[in-house]
């Protein structure tokens, strides 16, 4: 199976940049999902085939892929992006496609 | 806008079969457009996809669940299924449903999530 590796956790300064790194066997030729989860909360897509945002997620949000790690970066970070994130893909190569990181605790200093 | 909302036991003997269903609105489960899909969490860890159906039937499983999972869709009542046979105090977890549009696949609309409990 395709194993996505994240670190558990990050910490970073209000106003500073924070980025988050996933990492995956040339990780490059996949797409690559991301998600917040703030405790008790069902998860939110932050951002979708690498660095596409949804609707109504904030500017600050963006994403790139490249050779073995993707990242996900959040400018100008703010207290409420305090949560866990997690970097997701489908291997739709694999009988098994869906595979999640381990996920990222963002600490708001 | 999609919702999606899970529904079930929140308590489950040990050895027996977890049952969930997700009501979807706002969008027909019968749909090209979507794939359904059930992603677990256990307390105090990290998200576990467990499998995911699309239109057609065609269903995919987390290789160390796929003996014990089968997801499938009611398309008169627009809900899919959960089951996940001889249970253990390992499935404890929050369920959620979620939906992946065809294009990115990504999990876009989510459930609120169903915390069920394995015990005796």
């Known amino acids: 199976s395709y194993v996505l590796t994240q670190p558990p956790s990050v910490s970073v300064a209000p106003g500073q940049t924070a980025t988050i790194a996933c990492g995956g066997n040339n990780i490059g030729s996949k797409r690559v999902h991301w998600y917040q989860q703030k405790p008790g909360q069902a998860p939110v897509l932050v951002v979708y085939?690498?660095?596409d945002r949804p609707s109504g997620i904030p500017e600050r949000f963006s994403g790139s892929n490249s050779g073995n790690t993707a990242t996900l970066t959040i400018s100008r970070v703010e207290a409420g992006d305090e949560a866990d994130y997690y970097c997701?893909?489908?291997?739709?190569?694999?009988?098994?496609?869906?595979?999640f990181g381990g996920g990222t605790k963002l600490t708001v200093l | 806008q999609l919702q999606l909302q899970e529904s079930g036991p929140g308590l489950v003997k040990p050895s027996e079969t977890l049952s969930l269903t997700c009501n979807v609105s706002?969008?027909?489960?019968?749909?090209?457009?979507?794939?359904w899909g059930w992603i677990r969490q256990p307390p105090g860890k990290g998200l576990e996809w467990i499998g995911s159906?699309?239109?057609?039937?065609?269903?995919y499983y987390d290789p160390s669940l796929k003996s014990r999972v089968t997801i499938s869709e009611d398309t008169s009542k627009n809900q899919f299924s959960l089951k996940l046979s001889s249970v253990t105090a390992a499935d404890t977890a929050v369920y959620y449903c979620?939906?992946?549009?065809?294009?990115?696949?990504?999990?876009?609309?989510w459930g609120r999530g169903a915390l069920v409990t394995v015990s005796s």
């Open positions: 706002g969008a027909s489960i019968s749909s090209s457009i979507y794939y």
């Open positions: 979620a939906s992946q549009h065809f294009l990115t696949v990504a999990f876009d609309y």
């Open positions: 159906i699309y239109y057609t039937g065609s269903a």
């Open positions: 997701q893909l489908w291997d739709s190569s694999s009988d098994h496609p869906g595979v």
């Open positions: 085939d690498d660095r």
